[in-house]
């Protein structure tokens, strides 16, 4: 599976953005898709997530409510819509996906085998 994150940028506080996280090869209904971010001097941490083949999405609890995270599978993309941007949400941001990820490990970056290459959203006061 090759992963292609787009859609980061500079965008001002309370701002919204939308990341694209294009997949191609195989994936099925057990892909699980997520988003993770490295901020400036902190360490990389869960976002959200999604299976491919259901409805479940997941999310961390500083975004909750502000992000959602979604897909289309015709075109094979993970969407992750972003709202009331604050400074905070200042990162890369990366997607990512696994076929053996269940609600225990869906946080966890190790649980994950393929990874795209992150796209930078800034968030300016």
């Known amino acids: 599976v090759q992963l292609q994150a787009s859609g980061g940028g500079l965008v001002q506080a309370g701002g919204s953005l939308r990341l694209s996280c294009a997949a191609s090869?195989?994936?099925?209904?057990?892909?699980?898709v997520g988003w993770f971010r490295q901020g400036p001097g902190k360490e990389r941490e869960f976002v959200a997530a999604i299976r491919w083949g259901a409805q479940f999405a997941y999310y961390a609890d500083s975004v909750k409510g502000r992000f959602t995270i979604s897909r289309v599978n015709a075109e094979n993309t993970v969407y992750l819509e972003m709202n009331s941007l604050n400074p905070e949400d200042t990162a890369v941001y990366y997607c990512?996906?696994?076929?053996?990820?269940?609600?225990?490990?869906?946080?966890?970056?190790?649980?994950?085998?393929?990874w795209g290459q992150g796209t930078l959203v800034t968030v300016s006061s």
């Open positions: 990512a996906a696994g076929s053996r990820i269940i609600l225990s490990n869906l946080r966890q970056e190790a649980a994950y085998d393929y």
């Open positions: 090869g195989r994936t099925s209904s057990s892909t699980t």
